[in-house]
Nanobody, 118 residues
Framework: QVQLVESGGGLVQAGGSLRLSCAAS????????MGWYRQAPGKERELVAV???????SYADSVKSRFTISRDNAKNTVDLQMNSLNAEDTAVYYC????????????WGQGTQVTVSS
């Protein structure tokens, strides 16, 4: 089992910045993907950014050039620096820990609210 603890959400004005952090603990195998997804009211959960343990990164088109994902493999943490936030970024952000395709296990954090006021 892997436990995920998120921090860093909150309320920010449009154009502002926030940094989300997620720490994983438990039985962790070194080959994995960590990242962030988000779900806005009335919408499906969507990928924001993910990073593999080898450093490969994928971003949603909507956040490219504004958000930066990073991880510390030694600490099992993943951060998301969010700049130039706008109202469309308002959502609950979920940390994700994924062992696929090596193992079928996927884990989720409890979610942290990000609200951008216009």
């Amino acid at each position: 089992q892997v436990q995920l603890v998120e921090s860093g959400g909150g309320l920010v004005q449009a154009g502002g910045s926030l940094r989300l952090s997620c720490a994983a603990s438990g039985s962790i195998f070194s080959i994995n993907t960590m990242g962030w997804y988000r779900q806005a009211p009335g919408k499906e959960r969507e990928l924001v950014a993910v990073i593999t343990s080898r450093g490969s990164i994928s971003y949603a088109d909507s956040v490219k050039s504004r958000f930066t994902i990073s991880r510390d493999n030694a600490k099992n943490t993943v951060d998301l620096q969010m700049n130039s936030l706008n109202a469309e970024d308002t959502a609950v952000y979920y940390c994700n820990f994924d062992y696929r395709p090596l193992f079928p296990n996927v884990y989720w954090g409890q979610g942290t609210q990000v609200t951008v006021s216009s």
